[in-house]
């Protein structure tokens, strides 16, 4: 199991922290006429009028500089990460069209969190057609593991899309950007400690990988929910396999536009002819993967 590494601050950085002003009349400054005319401004403008005629209060104002923590003293640590040297934390990049942006590093790291919530972050990435079920697992899932004390947050196809995605269409570089966004998200989620489940169609393969290649290895799990097209068709919870098949909707997964299957997921739910399991026991199969992998423990 990947996760990733503590990137304590170099032994030159200091954090700082501010000394809560005190309010200082204003006798003390040899100026008590002042008093009336500035008993309404601010603790700021007492303290600068404090530093400036009284030097021995210096010291109450100054910031303290208090003392970063030695590599030693890293709370958690991984092997397969990069150490960051203070040059190195500033160097600039330039990513895709952002150019001259710097990474910045927080002493409180992916394993602090995941030691505060007594799980590890991962991604559980639910494929499959329109109306193989889902957003039924996801919502199944979430219910499972909460009840079980365990900190989730699902990722749907149509939720995103009232928000974060409502500017792509369902032509394919859309979809492609579409699950790209998801991906990213997912990915803070799961930085975070959460187990973040997706609910995507996400048909094509290439997108689906290159989702996988944000994450830790081990941290992405695809879930492909293999229901056969007909049974789909004949569900069809939306209406949108009636809309597609009448030519109302152009570029429908599975009936104009392919569904890739996943080549190499690490977990199946297959429906064989009436044999359906319910979302509760489909539930429990991705759940039982889940204790096996140690993503339910610290």
């Keep these: 199991m990947t996760t990733v590494k503590s990137l304590p601050p170099s032994r030159s950085t200091a954090v700082y922290r501010t000394v809560q002003c005190r309010q200082l009349p204003t006798e003390n400054l040899g100026f008590p006429t002042l008093f009336p005319l500035n008993a309404g401004r601010s603790c700021r403008s007492q303290r600068s009028l404090a530093l400036f005629y009284d030097r021995a209060r210096l010291k109450a104002y100054t910031l303290k500089p208090i003392q970063a923590k030695n590599d030693s003293e890293s709370s958690c640590s991984d092997n397969n990460s990069t150490s960051f040297s203070g040059k190195n934390l500033r160097q600039m990049s330039n ?126 799990i695809e879930v492909f929910i293999d229901v056969p097209l007909h049974v789909c068709e004949a569900r069809d919870p939306k209406g949108l396999y009636k809309l597609a098949r009448a030519g109302k909707i152009k570029g429908f997964t599975g009936i104009d536009d392919p569904y890739e299957p996943p080549c190499c997921c690490e977990i199946i739910l297959q429906q064989k002819g009436s044999d359906c399991k319910s979302p509760k026991d489909m539930a429990e199969t991705v759940i039982s993967y889940l204790e096996k992998s140690g993503h339910l423990q610290a």
């Design 95 to 220: 990513i895709g069209n952002s150019t001259n942006i710097l990474w910045h590093d927080c002493p409180v790291q992916k394993c602090d969190r995941q030691q505060l919530l007594q799980q590890k972050g991962c991604v559980i990435w639910l494929t499959g057609l329109s109306g193989s079920g889902k957003s039924t697992l996801a919502c199944a899932l979430s219910q499972s593991l909460h009840s079980r004390g365990k900190l989730t947050y699902i990722l749907d196809g149509d939720n995103i899309r009232h928000g974060l995605n409502r500017d792509l269409s369902f032509r394919a570089e859309d979809r492609s950007e579409n699950i790209r966004r998801i991906g990213e998200v997912a990915k803070l989620f799961a930085d975070a400690g959460l187990i973040c489940i997706t609910s995507l169609i996400s048909p094509y393969q290439k997108d689906r990988d290159a989702c996988r290649a944000l994450l830790p290895e081990g941290d992405f």
